[in-house]
């Protein structure tokens, strides 16, 4: 089986550990090969810990550009795509969503090749906007084409079936991260009264004008880990016990964990949320939105964690909540532990060649 993937950025500690373990999970006379739009996107330059030469992931792949990702020329890539599936000549591909420029030219190239396709969808629900008939008659085409999909997980099968995609095309729905290379430097200080944590970016759809306004009703400190557009806006507006640490490098997140009492995620619209499993990865439990497309799948209420729809109008569970957290904590780190080995690279990597093998012995 000759597998050949395209996916958008090579500086992806979420995907690039999946590649690697399916590299290594595949037999001996399977191909892998794992196309990288760029490095990372605008504005992340500054975050990526590793050198292209000294990458720390082990899989084959092909970098097409050293530019930030919105710089790429889409019309380039999508060729670019195209002359690899000549050349590589795979029995399956599997791409990363269905934005790029060249999805709809790869997907018409591999059904007239009897080439197999799959696509990873992160969509947990349908936005509207300007175009959105025209992109919804586009989806409705890549659904038709493809011959798989892989999930975000449980709400994103629900937006897949709203979209008419059978369950039968549906061949994972799991997330995971690098557990594995997600550790503490030192140890946390034990003598600091736990924090609140939010890790993210700065923008309308995160919603953290409500943790602003949450904070204002409880004695506790906020850090907020990211930049982005509403920074500034939000600095003004927040009290003194919110602290805006800025953008911080992955690998020196664990400790910033490791040290909080929860995770909280306000999000308006989330695919997914990432954070949530590198707050679990800690034992720690996460407040979230019903919004994010972690909620009810990775998040359950009253396990590891409280999802709720409205950050403003249940403000008073999400204060119970935290104040609860101390008398809960073993609890939630027990569950979290449970859940990590759920939530794991290894079953993932294994769900996604074995549906890979499934389409292609079909």
């Not at 030469?53 to 970098?63: A, C, D, E, G, K």
């Not at 670019?80 to 791409?95: A, H, T």
């Not at 008659?137 to 995609?165: A, H």
């Not at 008073?316 to 909540?321: A, G, T």
Request: include cysteine.
């Amino acid at each position: 089986m000759r597998i050949l993937i395209l996916h958008n950025l090579l500086w992806s500690q979420y995907k690039s550990v999946v590649f690697e373990k399916i590299a290594q999970t595949c037999s001996p006379d399977d191909e892998v090969l794992v196309v990288q739009t760029a490095i990372t996107e605008k504005g992340r330059e500054d975050l990526v810990d590793f050198d292209v030469s000294t990458f720390p992931y082990q899989y084959p792949f092909q970098l097409l550009n050293t530019i930030p990702l919105q710089q790429a020329s889409p019309v380039k890539t999508a060729i670019s795509w195209l002359k690899i599936v000549f050349q590589f000549k795979p029995n399956i591909i599997n791409l990363t969503g269905y934005n790029e420029l060249g999805t709809l030219p790869v997907l018409l190239f591999a059904k007239f090749l009897g080439i197999k396709t799959i696509i990873t969808i992160e969509s947990v629900a349908h936005l509207g906007g300007r175009f959105s008939a025209l992109k919804g008659i586009y989806k409705k085409l890549v659904y038709f084409l493809i011959d798989g999909v892989y999930s975000y997980g449980l709400n994103t099968n629900r937006f897949l079936f709203e979209q008419g995609v059978p369950k039968s095309k549906i061949l994972a729905f799991l997330n995971a991260f690098d557990q594995a290379n997600f550790k503490l430097s030192g140890h946390p200080k034990k003598d600091e009264k736990p924090y609140l944590l939010y890790v993210g970016r700065l923008s309308p759809e995160k919603n953290i004008d409500a943790l602003v306004e949450l904070m204002n009703e409880i004695d506790q400190e906020l850090i907020i880990i990211g930049d982005g557009p509403e920074r500034k806006r939000l600095e003004k507006i927040s009290g003194k016990n919110i602290q805006f640490l800025g953008a911080i490098a992955w690998s020196k997140l664990p400790n910033y964990y490791a040290e909080a009492a929860c995770l909280l995620l306000p999000s308006t619209y989330e695919p997914w949320g990432m954070v949530a499993n590198e707050a679990q990865a800690l034992g720690k439990p996460i407040i979230c939105t019903a919004a994010c497309g972690c909620a009810n799948d990775l998040v359950i209420s009253g396990f590891n964690g409280l999802v709720v729809s409205d950050f403003r109008a249940e403000k008073k569970q999400i204060i119970d909540f935290i104040h609860q957290l101390p008398e809960n904590k073993l609890a939630y780190e027990q569950f979290a532990h449970r859940n990590n080995q759920v939530f794991a690279v290894d079953r993932l990597s294994l769900e996604m060649l074995a549906g890979m093998r499934k389409l292609v012995n079909h």
